[in-house]
């Protein structure tokens, strides 16, 4: 790489010139401006609901308290259920997803494949035209009884014909002697995928996955369209309910809450935060897979 | 047509005519049959995607007549009356479709320019300080990037935060200044700049790593013999990253463009919460055949909207696609 030669190169210990001062201070505002809302929503889930009733959202709590969470604690299993729909729906669909979509990358790189040219052309059409909204709903409603079943919010984005373009693409640049010597060797093509091809791939099959599991766990649309039982509602559908109709929240028992009034407002946050924690600590784990797949795939294009 | 797509098992022989010209075999029974053997596994792998493909892309392709049915629950797809362009004219004379059109194409060609030129800018600030501070060009990235993994719906808990009426963060901060505080959900006025703020917000950082690597690819050495000429840093940016950058944004923008008739849904239902107030200038395509569809259970004209996108659309990912491949047969999508 030339980027560390390029360092090498320099004098470290030469001062920065000025201009950098400059553009760092930009970029820091810029920075702490996208960090901003991220910050009030936790600052509001920490405030004493009557403080955020009186004198709005702050960055800092005006009067701290932890009673939102308390209350969300008393009875979590509305939200746990949810968590455990978005975790399996996204776990079991980008699983499946991987697979099926390598499958068919892997066919679709083999110059060899006498279907190529149909199979491509019935993948990727589907990029260029649809049947629509209305059309797939009553399909999946009427026709294929998803009404209110967990294989609707799965099903759908089984195939997404952009990440078997990004797999075929990989798997195409892989060097095609191996694969040859394997076949010579008397390997089919499945022993050749699953022994040779897959492991070779782990950089495509990790971006891809990763994309897969982001889509599936941030989808609400599917949701949306077709479950109408609570108790099945994935994560993003719970907390959509919730900021538009806080009656929505599990009701506590009210023997339990008497006296208390629920503290709507800061709970909503609660919730987002509770919501959002896992997916953000995740994401700062994973997001150099993104960057590292994003850029394999625009630099070789 | 049909033949190749049904993923029948071949006659081990296999039928010649699919096989290109220059690409057949001396007949030798044992190549052969382990080439039809190897065309059999390759087709059974692309069988449970191309299954899936058939069912949920291609059969309610076979439902877009319901914009030209009066659809009835209990007729199905097929059994409700025709209604001839009614759906259409309906649509069309109600002024939603002119509405809707503009809101989506213009918010669409907003979001595009500024999404351009802020991460481009930000791309090319990060790029400038990258070899001298890792850690917080690292930092940078980071931030940048975390709002493009949360969902619309995290995000319109944001949104409310810093607009909500009575306490919302703006509004706090109008008060102090001595300014009245805006009712944000009620004035349609205000909903473009915010969207395409919330837009910026929400995908800038995408964009900016995708520029960022694009920029990394450039070999150092165009830098160091324009800074041994004596240009200014301007000038390399100008003269030298710009050019060198011009196809992945072009490509980027034409692709970009392909997709313009078709609404990020979740920024348009959740962000501005639905509200009818807003309409006028938040309601784009995608969010009015939903509504159509799954409030007001009108499948005739939500299937009249959803075609008119659907041919819109793609004659504008044709056309775009046509552009990309003039300049650039590679990146072309087919």
Redesign the interface.
Known sequence: MTAPALELRRNRSTPLPPIHYAIHALLLLVSLLFLFPLLLVISASLSSESSLLERGYSLIPQAFSTEAYQYLLRDPSQLLRAYAVSGLVATVGSATSLLVMALLGYALSRPEFKFRGVVSFVVFFTLLFNGGLVASYILNTRYLGLSDSLLALILPYLVVPFYVLLLRTFFAALPSEIIEAARIDGAGEWRIFFSIVLPLSTPALATVGLFSLLLYWNDYFLGLLYLSDPAKYPLQLLLFNILNNIEFLNKLPTSQVATVVPPTQTVRMAMAVLATGPAAFAFLMLQRYFVRGLTVGSVKG | ?NQ??SPSPLPPS?PRM??KPG?SFPERSTRLSS?S???L???S??L???L?????????????I?AFKNYR?AD??FGSAWAGLKNFEFLFASGAAWRITLNTLWLNGLFIITTLVISLT?AL??N??R???RA?SG?????????F??????????????L?T????L??VFKSLGLEPVRWYSEPSRWPLILVLVNL?KNV?FSV??YL??M??I??EYYEAAALDGAS?WQQVRFITLPMLSP?ITITVLLAIGRIFFAD??LFY?VT??TSLLYPTTDVIDTY??RA??QLGD?GM??AA??Y??VI??AL??FSNWIVKRRDP??A??
């Open positions: 047509m190749p797509n296999g699919f096989q690409a080439r053997r190897q065309t596994a390759l087709m792998m692309t449970p995607g191309v899936l493909l058939l069912i949920f892309s291609y059969l309610p392709l076979s439902g877009l319901i629950a199905g797809i930000l600030l990060i400038e300080v070899s001298r501070s917080l930092f940078y990235q980071t931030a940048l990037f975390f709002p993994f949360l969902s619309y719906v995290i995000i319109s808990y944001f949104t409310y935060a810093l909500s009575d306490q919302g963060l509004n706090s917000w950082g790593v995708i690597s694009g990394l690819a070999d150092p840093k992945l849904f979740g959740f919460r639905d055949v939903f569809l799954r499948f939500a299937g959803g075609l996108q659907s659309g793609f990912v044709m590679d990146r999508l087919f």
